[in-house]
Nanobody, 121 residues
Framework: QVQLVESGGGLVQAGGSLRLSCAAS????????MGWYRQAPGKQRELVAT???????NYADSVKGRFAISRDNAKNTVYLQMNSLKPEDTAVYYC???????????????WGQGTQVTVSS
């Protein structure tokens, strides 16, 4: 029983900023990697950014220099700071986590319910 809950989505003007949060809860032994993905209407879900337990990050080219992913391991929470937002960033943003529910179990990916981000022009 693992649940990811996103928050922080909303409406913002182009050029503005927004900060998304995703908290994992439930039966969690460890989380090796967390990330953010997004899906716009009519498009495939795409990777936005990921971060490992050790702090290694990876970003989609379209958001490099504008978005920053961070993680609070003690709280099992990942954040996405989004700056200089563009209308093209409008999408549902989903949190993902690779979780071990017990020390001897393999990692399993979990998804949040998604949070809507709308950037107006």
């Amino acid at each position: 029983q693992v649940q990811l809950v996103e928050s922080g989505g909303g409406l913002v003007q182009a050029g503005g900023s927004l900060r998304l949060s995703c908290a994992a809860s439930g039966s969690i032994w460890s989380i090796s990697k967390m990330g953010w993905y997004r899906q716009a209407p009519g498009k495939q879900r795409e990777l936005v950014a990921t971060i490992t337990n050790g702090g290694n990050t990876n970003y989609a080219d379209s958001v490099k220099g504008r978005f920053a992913i961070s993680r609070d391991n003690a709280k099992n929470t990942v954040y996405l700071q989004m700056n200089s937002l563009k209308p093209e960033d409008t999408a549902v943003y989903y949190c993902n986590a690779a979780v071990r529910v017990l020390y001897y179990t393999p990692e399993v990916g979990y998804w949040g319910q998604g949070t809507q981000v709308t950037v107006s022009s």
